[in-house]
């Protein structure tokens, strides 16, 4: 969600933090602030809207010139999105100024504490009273950061808080508990940010920061320590990717490059993992053959995108290892108390590895005794470092708000878990698991088979864009693939959209069906059971009046006669079909909404990582 970047070091602290913020914009963002401190204080900027508005009042009203400063993009929680409640915020004394990812849950008792003592309020945030508590405490605290330690054992919630004082010019202190932060570590300076994108540009060394934790940077130094001063140990590390992965690369949209990038990123997550013999080895798999065999339940728990990764996953673990298996939203997980114990798997799949709801859900899940796995994207993030296992996709950095290569990626990830899994307990279904991982190794090639027809799915997006709704079916593992066709809509063009189970169609939904109407229907491959009953529903949707848009293998002839449209795929077997279904829909998507006219990279109200429940 929120944007952070925080510098001190020989560079103008302004322009490092200004270049950070704009490579921070993919999360999704409504406002903007910069400060910076210079000889003669704290000198703040900020502006509702995009990080533009903010340049141009900068452009306007120049900040002096300054080696510390911190930038902020912010997700409105407590408060409309306008200039008084942008970031940062100051103390009534001008001392001290804060930023803030996250919700600090006990607010209203500290607002009412800061209200009885006679502070006057500026803002709706929560994270006003950070600055105002801070500015107090520190009359009694010997630093900025026993300060902020002594403020944070007071909040209640999940945070970020970077902060700065005006009387310590080379020193910026943050704060962690539930939030992201990363430390860039550079040759005389050094750099804080929520994502190691906003400091990629100049270094590549990074340092994990873990729970309740405190960070002080000056040019020279790096100091960590838990929330009550004890020295902590911390993980560095070497970011494997460069600013240019994160660029356009010539792309009109950050979607397009991404939606381009899969075919590399499904081959990256292979690489490594599976032996000509068709035996999987995951390096992160830090759970035991006799932990995996003794498993008698698995739970998959995500949000958005994430969540249909884990319906497709379902499919593919109960087939190849017969071990009852349950998607959850991790948003609801918790809340239904659900039955877990030590023979419980929990599997978290977050491309970010922040997600909140997940974060919180496998958290649950652990301290009911239950193993919990990761798939995750992002390396040293909350999730992995915090689970059992992981397992990690490579699918490198994801800009656009709307997620691609990482949805196709958690899916491989799946299905590397699933044979791994099979091959410890000795099991398997219908197929061999060389003939499963031969397979597998062919899914790269066959979605770049697929990105060859996006000129075709262009035309078909300006041939419906006045449409009002779109639905889509799918049955088996076709089902979660509808289900993401419909939200990358949602997502992207704002419309109606809504997917569907095929066979449920005539329990309800096929009410709203009219004439022309577009309907997208995913077909299992030849040969499947299903097959048939899908060329049914094609039939049904026909009949009254809707646009059949149908994806097919490249040699089914049998829907011809029923298709509008037709929008062939690769032959494959039917539990990897996915991975080439859902690109197609993708790409329409991002087509829809740039007929539309609308920000395919920055849709509106949403944030690429959910660092909130």
Sequence with gaps: MCGIVGYVGPQQALDVVIAGLRRLEYRGYDSAGVAVVSDSGIHTRKKAGKLVNLENELDFDPLPASHTGIGHTRWATHGAPNDVNAHPHVSEDGTIAVIHNGIIENFALLRDELIDRGVKLRSETDTEIVAHMLAAQMTESASLADGLRA??????????????????????????????????????????????????????????????QIVEITPESV?????????????????????AAAEKGGYDLFMLKEIAEQPKAIADTLLGRIDASGKVS?????????????????????????????????????????????????????????????????????????TMDTLMAMRYAREQGSKV???????????????????????????AVASTKAFLT????CYLFAMYLAQVRGTGYGESSSEIALELGRMSAKVDLV???????????????????????GRSVGFPVALEGALKLKELAYMHAEGFAAGELKHGPIALLEDGLPVFIVVPPQGDELHDKIVSNIQEVRARGAKTIVLAEEDDMSI????????????????????????????????????????????????????VE
Excluded at 184 to 190: D, M
Excluded at 373 to 399: F, K, M
């Design 282 to 354: 995951l390096e992160d798999m830090n759970l035991s053959h006799g932990e995996l065999k003794a498993i008698d339940k698995i739970i998959i728990t995500a949000c958005g995108t994430a969540y249909h990764a884990g319906m497709i996953a379902k499919y593919a673990i109960e087939h190849w290892t017969r071990v009852a298996c349950e998607v959850e939203l991790a948003s609801e997980f918790r809340y239904r108390d659900p039955i877990l114990d030590k023979n419980t798997l929990v599997i978290s799949i977050s491309q970010s590895g922040e």
């Design 451 to 473: 990105l060859d027809t996006s000129e075709a799915i262009r035309d078909l997006a300006i041939e419906i864009a006045d449409a009002r709704s779109i639905l889509f079916i």
């Design 560 to 611: 011809n006669e029923f298709a509008s449209h037709i929008i062939r795929l690769p032959k494959c077997p039917d539990l990897l079909q996915p991975l080439v279904a859902v690109v197609p829909l993708q790409i329409f998507a991002c087509e829809m909404a740039t007929v539309k006219g609308y920000d395919v990279d920055q849709p509106r109200n949403l944030a690429k990582s959910v660092t």
């Design 223 to 243: 100091t960590v320590t838990d929330f009550f001063g004890q020295p902590v140990d911390v993980n560095e590390y070497e970011v494997t990717w460069d600013s």
């Design 410 to 413: 958690q899916i491989v990830a």
């Design 151 to 212: 403020v944070c054992q007071r909040l209640t919630g999940a945070f970020t808080l970077v902060v700065v004082h005006s009387e310590t010019p080379d020193v910026v202190v943050a704060a962690r508990r539930n939030s992201p932060l990363v430390v860039g570590r550079g040759e005389g300076e050094n750099f804080l940010a929520s994502d190691v994108s906003a400091f990629i540009a100049h270094t590549r060394h990074a340092i994990e920061l873990g729970q309740d």
């Design 373 to 399: 796995l990761a798939i995750c994207n992002t390396n040293g993030s909350t999730i992995p470092r915090e689970s059992d296992a992981v397992i990690y996709t490579h699918a490198g950095p994801e800009v």
